[in-house]
């Protein structure tokens, strides 16, 4: 059973950074990519980044190119979330997600594996 671990989230000011972990469990080039996704309280799961896990590209959400950065560590089977200037808006829980087969990274119900989550509030 491949387990995804989260680490990294908590409280943060408006204007701050936080650096989210994520722990793949399985050796990440039985993956195809990796991803995070985040829900904010009455609104649905959506997409925030990607990356896969051979070549590392990456793919974002629009509205958050600029300010987060997706990165991984295959040798540690590692996903990370650099987030910076951040919004009260962005105040959610972030959960990573494993994807094994080849296809779209930003469509999250096909993503295989998910992490149990991570708050991240930001106070304004």
């Known amino acids: 059973q491949v387990q995804l671990v989260e680490s990294g989230g908590g409280l943060v000011q408006a204007g701050g950074s936080l650096r989210l972990s994520c722990a793949v469990s399985a050796r990440t080039f039985s993956m195809y990519a990796g991803g995070w996704f985040r829900q904010a309280p009455g609104k649905e799961r959506e997409f925030v980044a990607a990356?896969?896990?051979?070549?590392?590209?990456?793919s974002y959400a629009d509205s958050l190119k600029g300010r987060f950065t997706i990165s991984r560590d295959n040798a540690e089977n590692t996903v990370f979330l650099q987030m910076n200037s951040l919004k009260p808006e962005d105040t959610a829980v972030y959960y990573c997600?494993?994807?094994?087969?080849?296809?779209?990274?930003?469509?999250?119900?096909?993503?295989?594996?998910w992490g149990q989550g991570t708050q991240v509030t930001v106070s304004s």
């Open positions: 997600g494993a994807r094994r087969n080849f296809g779209s990274i930003q469509y999250g119900p096909g993503y295989d594996y």
């Open positions: 990356i896969t896990w051979s070549t590392g590209r990456t």
